[in-house]
């Protein structure tokens, strides 16, 4: 079985199977760009900082988990 990976669509299987782009890659894509704008603003080293710094990282790891999460069933589906 062959897989295209690509832009518009998240994957191609070569049987004519299509994955779309989740769409909250999206808007947690913006909640993080939002967040990092309000870190850039804070005063480096206070605890106002400290604050919006894990807000910000556990933004990426939400997306990082997300984006496994959603690998793994899409590879759970196409192995079935």
């Keep these: 079985i062959g897989i295209d990976v690509g832009l518009k669509d998240f994957a191609i299987l070569s049987d004519g199977t299509h994955y779309e782009n989740p769409k909250f890659f999206r808007s ?24 919006q710094r894990v807000k910000v990282a556990r933004i ?10 959603y690998l793994d069933k899409i590879s759970t589906e196409i192995i079935k």
Excluded: C, F
């Excluded at 947690?28 to 604050?51: F, I, P, T």
């Excluded at 990426?60 to 999460?69: A, F, G, L, V």
């Design 60 to 69: 990426h790891e939400y997306i990082s988990n997300t984006r496994k999460d």
């Design 28 to 51: 947690l894509e913006d909640k993080l760009a939002k967040a990092q704008r309000v870190l850039s603003r804070r005063m480096k080293g206070s605890s106002r900082w400290n604050k």
